[in-house]
């Protein structure tokens, strides 16, 4: 492996691109809550609940702590191995369970 190889490899290793893409799409995120908040407030908050509020909510909010342990996990230096294990594993778990409820909702409705 030659000099410039060497440095290539070790540009390619400290680079924090994936952690800039997962600022965006938590300010992406952000936003589009703002935006559609007066709507969630009128439609879903005041009247009476039922199942498509409780729908609603299992595929709207947890994507805010899915999206926070991601964040976690892209951007914390020097995070401890059983800590990375347990982020790593509540990330996989709401993935999951975001998959469920999101492919789940159209059988029950």
Avoid: H
Wanted: glycine letters at 6%; a neutral charge.
């Amino acid at each position: 492996m030659s000099a410039s190889s060497g440095a290539a490899l070790r540009f390619l290793q400290q680079a924090r691109t994936p952690a800039y893409f997962s600022v965006t799409s938590v300010s992406v995120l952000i936003y589009d809550w703002f935006l559609t908040i007066d709507s969630e407030l009128a439609f879903i908050w005041n009247p009476k609940w039922n199942l498509g509020t409780l729908l609603y909510f299992l595929t709207r909010y947890p994507t805010f702590i899915d999206t926070a342990v991601f964040l976690y996990s892209a951007v914390g230096y020097s995070i401890p191995p059983p800590v990375c294990n347990l982020v790593i594993g509540v990330s996989y778990w709401m993935f999951l369970f975001g998959i469920l409820v999101a492919e789940g909702t159209p059988s029950l409705t």
